[in-house]
């Protein structure tokens, strides 16, 4: 039974930091490329870093470049995302999505909350 885990979300003050991890079961995790989204009530899911299958590649969407860093170790089967500099305006539930030719997983989302 295939498995995406989002783990490390919690309450944070501005200007903190925050480390999230995305670990896989029941499917090798190296084989894709993942992404990070967020989300909040509505509004569209939105993008916020990515990392490619060898780790080679990585993105991060402008609202986050310098402050968000993605990074993975394929020997655990997990994907990280690294949060700095948190603004209220990063709070959302993130989502890590892991996808190759044919075939995505999503995890259930992590709470994160920035706020004084």
């Known amino acids: 039974q295939w498995q995406l885990v989002e783990s490390g979300g919690g309450l944070v003050q501005p200007g903190g930091s925050l480390r999230l991890s995305c670990t896989a079961s029941?499917?090798?995790?190296?084989?894709?490329?993942v992404a990070w989204f967020r989300q909040t009530p509505g509004k569209e899911r939105e993008g916020v870093s990515s990392?490619?299958?060898?780790?080679?590649?990585?993105r991060d969407a402008d609202s986050v470049k310098g402050r968000f860093h993605v990074s993975r170790d394929n020997a655990k089967n997990t994907v990280f995302l690294q949060m700095n500099s948190l603004k209220p305006e990063d709070t959302a539930v993130y989502y890590c999505?892991?996808?190759?030719?044919?075939?995505?997983?999503w995890g259930q989302g992590t709470q994160v909350t920035v706020s004084s």
């Open positions: 999505n892991a996808k190759r030719t044919l075939r995505q997983y």
């Open positions: 990392i490619s299958a060898t780790g080679t590649n990585t």
């Open positions: 029941g499917f090798a995790l190296s084989d894709y490329a």
